[in-house]
């Protein structure tokens, strides 16, 4: 499965921005995905996930109540809606699916994704 990243850019803080994770190549309706971020210098970490059937979403504390991850079936497309942006929020986000279909465990785990996109880079200024 090919993940193509879009929607990032520059924003004020406060601001807000969707970025799209569109699939190609298979569906993506049995998988649990997840968005990443990663800073220069930094590792990658865990922002959101959620899972292959879409009635479970998780994410990390620092962008709790402000993120919304979601998914569109007949899209073949995952969402991440990120509202009252925060310098520290600037990072280049890369969206991934899960290595195997139909499984939740380790949402938050990097190494349980096979299939990445190829990122899109957010800018957040104060």
């Known amino acids: 499965v090919q993940l193509q990243a879009s929607g990032g850019g520059l924003v004020q803080a406060g601001g807000s921005l969707r970025l799209s994770c569109a699939a190609s190549?298979?569906?993506?309706?049995?998988?649990?995905m997840g968005w990443f971020r990663q800073t220069p210098g930094k590792e990658r970490e865990f922002v959101a996930a959620?899972?292959?059937?879409?009635?479970?979403?998780y994410y990390a504390d620092s962008v709790k109540g402000r993120f919304t991850i979601s998914r569109n079936g007949a899209m073949n497309t995952v969402y991440l809606q990120m509202d009252s942006l925060k310098p520290e929020d600037a990072a280049v986000y890369y969206c991934?699916?899960?290595?195997?279909?139909?499984?939740?465990?380790?949402?938050?785990?990097?190494?349980?994704?096979?299939?990445w996109g190829q990122g899109t880079e957010v800018t957040v200024s104060s």
């Open positions: 991934a699916a899960k290595r195997r279909a139909y499984n939740d465990y380790g949402l938050r785990l990097i190494d349980e994704y096979a299939y």
């Open positions: 190549g298979r569906t993506i309706s049995y998988y649990a």
């Open positions: 959620i899972s292959w059937n879409g009635d479970g979403t």
